[in-house]
């Protein structure tokens, strides 16, 4: 099959290239290049290359052609930045998904919407997330996430567009932009630098491997059935322990933990019920503690050649931003 992946050049949406190569599919990547989106993530993978945006409808037009399906990893991501300054995440995140579903109702192509367990909001301790529970976004992030994917689900029931969505744990692994917590805390103990852990550091996250939930990815795309949701779910653990962990792990001074002031709008936990897409036969191949983040870990201390370079310029004004005055207090 011909597959068009947005993002592909970014953390989640290279592996998921990676992954549909190895099984013989011709692959096209759309990928605007901004920050996070890192060309070196695509380096020995046969694939073609489109460089635009989402929401340009030229550019999708040359990227789609000749695809049988559109699986969508193109978006803004980060929830702090999303803060500072959300119109980028709606231009992408609703526009861009609005103008990819224009593409698909034009050329009949199977769409995946990437989503994320962020839509839900907060959730109870003991409660897991089931896909057609409401929508309730706390982050302009999560909004906009939530904004795409309702108007996937419009587009299945209006135009008749064979759309499915994924919604997916925190996501770690190789590859990843050094803002996100894993491998923030991983390069920042590697260098010696603070670990700013947001107020009492408490907050629960499901964590799931890049490998595995593009195996849910995948999975959906071949066998998930039009207008439906699929979580993508992973294992529960507050940020505080993968704090001590990545120290461990890393041989860093404890010390250089800092609660710093908490994030506005900051949700407590995050879980999901993912047995529908186990029903459809997914099961996760890498346990988190065991050997997910120590050979994370491991990753980042053997290619300090892809995060160094990145961990200066703008990287350094945005985390300087972010963090500066926080670290101070």
């Not at 989640?12 to 549909?20: A, C, P």
């Not at 890049?210 to 979580?231: F, K, M, Q, S, T």
Request: contains cysteine; hydrophobic residues 35%.
């Amino acid at each position: 099959m011909r597959v068009l992946v947005t993002g592909g050049a970014g953390f989640i949406g290279s592996h998921f290239v990676r992954r549909l190569v190895a099984g013989g599919d011709s692959v096209v990547v759309l990928d605007k290049l901004t920050y996070a989106g890192n060309p070196a993530n695509l380096e020995g993978i046969e694939h073609e290359f489109v460089h635009g945006d989402i929401a340009d409808p030229v550019a999708v037009a040359t990227a789609t052609a000749g695809c049988a399906a559109i699986v969508n990893f193109a978006a803004e991501t980060h929830v702090d930045r999303s803060i500072l300054g959300p119109m980028e995440f709606v231009h992408t995140d609703v526009l861009g998904t609005m103008c990819l579903l224009e593409a698909a109702r034009e050329t009949d192509a199977r769409f995946v919407q990437v989503s994320t367990d962020e839509v839900y909001g907060d959730l109870e301790a003991g409660g897991r997330a089931q896909e057609g529970d409401p929508l309730r976004p706390s982050s302009p992030y999560s909004a906009a996430k939530a904004g795409g994917d309702l108007q996937v689900l419009a587009y299945v029931r209006t135009y008749g567009v064979h759309a499915s969505i994924t919604r997916g744990a925190n996501t770690y692994g190789p590859n990843q932009y050094p803002e996100k917590l894993v491998p923030l805390f991983t390069t920042n103990a590697m260098e010696g630098e603070p670990l700013p852990v947001y107020g009492d550091g408490k907050q629960v996250r499901e964590w799931l491997h890049a490998e595995d939930h593009c195996a849910g990815i995948e999975l959906v795309l071949r066998e998930g059935a039009p207008g439906e949701v699929y979580n993508v779910g992973g294992e529960d653990h507050e940020n505080i322990e993968i704090t001590h962990r990545i120290l461990e792990l890393t041989g860093a001074d404890p010390s250089l933990v800092r609660h710093v002031e908490d994030r506005a709008g900051h949700d407590r936990r995050y879980a999901l019920d993912d047995s529908k897409l186990r029903a459809l036969g997914w099961q996760p191949q890498h346990s988190f503690g065991e050997g997910g983040l120590p050979a994370t870990v491991d990753w980042y201390r053997d290619n300090r050649s892809w995060w160094e370079p990145i961990k200066s310029g703008a990287y350094r004004a945005y985390y300087d931003e972010q963090y500066a005055n926080r670290l101070k207090a």
